[in-house]
């Protein structure tokens, strides 16, 4: 064919020709003889004739590509409106969090009128929509404008100050990944600075496009979500109260029926008034706040940073507490069951607490100083004055504090009081003795400020003169605590000081067993044969006047058997020193032999054996190894109040105790906490009562008794003279710089050291503690170990108390800085006030 021709003539002319060549490759060739027009239109008819064809013949190919493609695109455009549609409303949504902030501050110059007081009148509605306004202007021009959401305004109140007192909600939305960049250091500089920058004057208050905030009264603290939607405008859960007229009591009760989560009552009294909370019934299941809980707060709002007081206990005897200014919020959290609040409130007038005192010339005590609102808890802040006119001047005051002792201020900031006097500055701290401060000056002038972070204990003392060239009386010795006890009862083996000041660097008594004089008191009945004779150690059982050497047995009486108790001899006539004595026992099984135990050495320990120590417990926090502990029955544990006292430690639900055990993970029974009691005269300074009681939410089952078995608790009386060999044991680092924790539990006798002795190594050591060591530093205690048992026997074979509590020490296992324990004989009674029954 000629077209077949031309084209392979034309050699590839276009993409159509060579579809055409190879088509028509087998077909077979004419001359043409037609004209070259003809021709040409000839070959362009066939051309298009042959690719109509061609197209006819693909068609349906196309169409299901076609087809197919339309059906992609379709179904990826619906994929990407889902998702779309899916981010904008789930996701955006999950990824993004509210932040909630409560914050107050104080609009000075601005007249309060009652109608503030009700969130629904519109003096309150027009006002609270301008601070709004302010407020929403700060932070959209600040950093964190794209996070900022709304501010709510909750309370509008009348201020001691004057002006009104502003209570809002702040909430921002922030992406999970900017959490930290809404801070709330960050959030509440925002308000400072604009506030900062509009400052007028020396005052406090600056402009805030003409709102005049008080910088000083600006407080932002994180809060939570929950906490906004219960105390929300409108909540079922919110009462508020007012209290109009000063020393009316008006009755608050609450019963869990009202709520069940969490409720709100607002108080709010009359301006230049405070108000006092009284406490006078609370019956809810202990849970160390967990579940039950009263939190006071000096706000209106639950703001962390304005706690006043929380109720984690039940109270039986009446408590009060006072604000700082004329409001306060109450929030109860009250799980089911027969829970009760009974108490009061009324408005009280400002203290102004300002004294002159003038003291009359003869000996004796001349009144009474006590912290303001006593006896209610000390205020949160507070300012006392209080002026003394002696008669003459070589007399000066003796203040004596029952519970309380001032000491001269370091560099750190005091926590329970700050005191001048006469220019020299203070720390009070609560003690559980006596003490008397004295100021040989004629006229001195006592400030006091309160200095603690939520309301402490109240505080009182006697005042007298006394003369300055001669403290105590004739024949007295001065003590250390301020008090004068006589002569003679210097070094007598009695803490008549109730430092041990009088029994500190005392020669070691002579043993004169032949005269007729008596024995010193720490020879005699102590289970150690001192005289050859024996004297020392006969008529043990015969009745004595009770004091802090003789043994009290349980109808009252004292004999002078120093460590009767649990001994296995009935010495009381009631037998009372042999009861509850299922304790301090311990049957190891030998199965680790003693060479093969050697190996392993700790600060100076070896591997205990399985079942040697069943009291010992394994405190983990977050599931990690954090401190010890021993068990004093299937319910209470004894260990360190510096393992708990910390805001993040002292969460019960973080903390798992681990009985039973020899190898960390092997446990025989691994309990949840109900709560911890830690002293409340712990301090966290120098670590004095250092003691915490941890109650189990479940009794351990008594079929674990092989295993798991309480230590025995000394009696008040109990002594083991220096040099009494006793075992600390936990799973504590084996030496300063270790880095990883022993998986057997370890053990290393120590011996008790003497208090003088300990004094001269650290200093400052409290009767409340107790040293134990060995001189080479070679065995001792390490981080991890805190709250575990220093356990003492009396003598071999006999059962094993509890003489201390693993609490600090200058690094581990340095020479002549032995290890510092909480001496337990110093807290029978505190235990036994916490563990009925024990
Ligand atoms: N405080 C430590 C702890 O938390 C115990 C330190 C004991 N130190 C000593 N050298 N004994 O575990």
């Not at 044969?529 to 109808?555: H, R």
């Not at 022993?742 to 004094?759: D, G, M, R, Y």
Request: charged fraction near 20%; glycine fraction near 6%.
């Amino acid at each position: 064919m000629e077209t077949a021709r031309e084209e392979s003539a034309q050699g590839s002319e276009d993409d159509a020709a060579q579809e055409d060549a190879t088509s028509v490759a087998d077909v077979s060739v004419e001359v043409a003889t037609v004209d070259a027009t003809l021709n040409k239109l000839c070959r362009r008819y066939n051309r298009r004739r042959r690719r109509a064809k061609k197209i006819k013949k693909k068609n349906p190919i196309l169409d299901l590509q076609n087809l197919a493609i339309l059906i992609t695109v379709v179904v990826f455009v619906i994929v990407v409106i889902m998702w779309s549609l899916l981010w904008v409303f789930i996701f955006r949504r999950e990824s993004n969090s509210g932040v909630y902030f409560a914050g107050m501050f104080r609009v000075a110059n601005v007249e309060f009128i009652p109608e503030y007081r009700h969130a629904d009148s519109s003096e309150f509605v027009s006002m609270a929509n301008r601070i709004q306004h302010v407020i929403t202007s700060v932070y959209r021009t600040s950093s964190v404008s794209r996070l900022y959401k709304q501010t709510v305004i909750s309370d509008l109140s009348n201020n001691n100050q004057g002006g009104v007192l502003v209570h809002f909600w702040m909430i921002f939305v922030v992406p999970h990944l900017k959490g930290p960049s809404v801070c709330e250091d960050c959030v509440s500089a925002i308000l400072k600075d604009s506030v900062h920058m509009s400052l007028k004057n020396r005052s406090s208050v600056g402009f805030l496009q003409g709102l005049p905030v008080d910088i000083d009264s600006i407080l932002v603290n994180v809060a939570l979500r929950s906490d906004y939607s219960s105390t929300a405008v409108g909540s079922q859960c919110v009462d508020k109260l007012y209290a109009g007229v000063p020393d009316v009591s008006i009755p608050l009760n609450v019963f869990s029926s009202w709520g069940g989560l969490s409720c709100y009552i607002k108080l709010t009294s009359a301006p230049g008034s405070v108000i006092r909370l009284t406490v006078k019934s609370f019956r809810i299941d202990p849970s160390d706040c967990v579940y039950d809980a009263l939190t006071v707060y000096d706000s209106l709002l639950p703001m962390r940073g304005m706690i006043l007081f929380r109720f984690c206990e039940p109270v039986s005897a009446p408590i009060s507490l006072v604000s700082t200014s004329n409001v306060m919020l109450l929030s109860f959290r009250l799980t089911q069951g027969n829970k009760i609040f009974q108490g009061l409130f009324q408005a009280l007038m400002e203290e102004q607490c300002m004294n002159m005192i003038a003291l009359p010339a003869g000996p004796g005590d001349a009144g009474v100083i006590t912290s303001p609102f006593n006896p209610s808890l000390l205020p949160r802040q507070c300012s006392c004055t209080w002026m003394f006119q002696m008669p003459s001047s070589a007399l000066g005051v003796a203040l004596r504090f029952q519970n309380y002792m001032l000491k001269l201020k370091d560099l750190q900031n005091c926590e329970h009081g700050w005191w001048k006097v006469n220019e020299i500055i203070y720390c009070g701290n609560y003690v559980d003795h006596s003490t008397v401060f004295r100021i040989p000056a004629q006229n001195p002038e006592v400030v006091f400020r309160c200095s603690s972070r939520s309301a402490a204990q109240p505080f009182s003392a006697t005042y007298s003169s006394y003369n300055t060239s001669q403290p105590c009386p004739e024949g007295h010795f001065l003590c250390s605590t301020g008090l004068c006890v006589e002569k003679f009862r210097r070094c007598d083996g009695l803490d008549d000081c109730q430092d041990e000041s009088d029994e500190i660097f005392c020669s070691k008594p002579p043993k004169i067993c032949e005269s007729s004089s008596p024995l010193h008191p720490l020879y005699i009945c102590n289970g150690e044969m001192d005289c050859s004779s024996g004297k020392d150690e006969i008529n043990c059982t015969q009745e004595t006047s009770c004091s802090g050497v003789s043994y009290q047995c349980g109808n009252g009486a004292c004999i002078l058997k120093k460590n009767a108790k649990c001994d296995g001899l009935p010495d009381c006539y009631d037998r009372s020193d042999e009861k509850d004595c299922a304790c301090g026992n311990p049957t190891p099984s030998k199965r680790v032999s003693d060479s093969a135990a050697t190996q392993q050495r700790i600060v100076g320990g070896i591997n205990a054996l399985e079942g040697e120590w069943p009291w010992q417990v394994s405190m983990h926090f977050s599931g990690q190894l954090y401190c010890g502990a021993s068990a004093l029955s299937d319910e209470w544990l004894i260990s360190a109040a510096h393992c708990f006292s910390k805001e993040r430690l002292a969460d019960p639900r973080m903390w798992m105790a681990h009985l039973g055990m020899l190898n960390q993970g092997n446990a025989k029974h691994v309990a949840e906490i109900r709560r911890f009691v830690v002293h409340e005269y712990y301090n966290a300074r120098n670590f004095d009562y250092d003691i915490a009681l941890v109650q189990l939410k479940k009794a351990w089952p008594s079929s674990l008794a092989q295993y798991i078995q309480p230590i025995c608790l000394p009696a008040p009386s109990q002594t083991f003279t220096e040099g009494h060999r006793c075992w600390v044991t936990g799973w504590g680092y084996r030496s300063e710089q270790d880095k990883v924790l022993p998986t057997v539990l370890q053990k290393a006798e120590v011996s008790i050291i003497s208090q003088s002795e300990c004094k001269r190594s650290y200093g400052a050591i409290s009767p409340r503690m107790l040293c134990a060591g060995v001189p080479s530093g070679e065995q001792d205690a390490c981080r991890g170990d805190s709250g575990g048992p220093l356990s003492c026997q009396a003598h071999s074979g006999g059962r094993w108390f509890l003489t201390g509590i693993v609490s600090w020490g200058s690094g581990c296992g340095r020479p002549n800085l032995p290890g510092v324990y909480t001496r337990v004989a110093k807290f029978i009674d505190w235990i036994q006030r916490h563990i009925q029954n024990l």
